[in-house]
């Protein structure tokens, strides 16, 4: 069974710094884009960063210059470190891995940041 288990989450003070990881298995691991989402209360997920299978990394608008998105392959893990948080990075995220018809969710970890 493909598994992604989501870590690092927690409550932080706006301004500070969290790690996320996903580990996978299971998957083709260094063949499939990653993805990290978010869904923040009362609102609909979003795409926050995109790290495609040959390195190439993509960001959404709100948080570029602040979250990168990195990938180990020999760990089959991916990581979003986060600087500068804000109070509206407060949401659960979520590790994204999909190839043609294969998509494959984690189950969030929770990002919590105090003003």
């Known amino acids: 069974q493909v598994q992604l288990v989501e870590s690092g989450g927690g409550l932080v003070q706006a301004g500070g710094s969290l790690r996320l990881s996903c580990a996978v298995s299971?998957?083709?691991?260094?063949?499939?884009?990653m993805d990290w989402y978010r869904r923040a209360p009362g609102k609909q997920r979003e795409l926050v960063a995109t790290?495609?299978?040959?390195?190439?990394?993509k960001y959404a608008d709100f948080v570029k210059g602040r979250f990168t998105i990195s990938r180990d392959n020999a760990k089959n893990t991916v990581y979003l470190e986060m600087n500068s948080l804000k109070f509206e990075d407060t949401a659960v995220y979520y590790c994204?891995?999909?190839?043609?018809?294969?998509?494959?969710w984690g189950q969030g970890t929770q990002v919590t940041v105090s003003s």
């Open positions: 790290i495609t299978s040959g390195d190439s990394t």
């Open positions: 994204h891995a999909g190839r043609n018809w294969n998509i494959y």
């Open positions: 299971r998957i083709d691991f260094s063949t499939y884009p």
